[in-house]
């Protein structure tokens, strides 16, 4: 995968235009590989996840909400996204 972003990778989702987050967001679901760690710091990728299963919804606004503008909707997209291909049927979100 060609590196499209910056040094700072975990500035550059904030910044992405929605359309191009929809079609990251896609591709993650669709299975391709795509390295959201390169997108989104991996510490911060693995807080949102905890957030997701905490509250038990794939509901982006209260995951959104509950980092007080630490976390955008982009970025909050992709790593549902990723979680929603990774996880088993059996488990139950909202």
């Given amino acids: ?3 499209i972003f910056r040094q700072d990778p975990s500035r550059d989702v904030q910044v992405l235009p929605r359309n191009i987050t ?8 669709e299975g ?4 959201i760690d390169r997108i989104i710091d991996s510490s911060k990728h693995t807080g949102i996840e905890k957030v997701f299963l905490t509250m038990k919804t794939w509901s982006l606004g209260p995951v959104v ?4 503008g630490t976390v955008s909707f982009g970025e909050a997209k ?3 996204a990723y979680m ?3 996880t088993p ?5 909202k």
């Fill in 84 to 86: 929603q291909r990774n």
């Fill in 89 to 93: 049927e059996s488990f139950s979100i």
């Fill in 22 to 29: 929809g079609h990251l967001e896609r591709l993650i679901r």
């Fill in 1 to 3: 995968m060609h590196n």
């Fill in 32 to 35: 391709r590989d795509i390295d």
């Fill in 78 to 80: 992709l790593v549902r």
């Fill in 65 to 68: 909400d509950h980092f007080n």
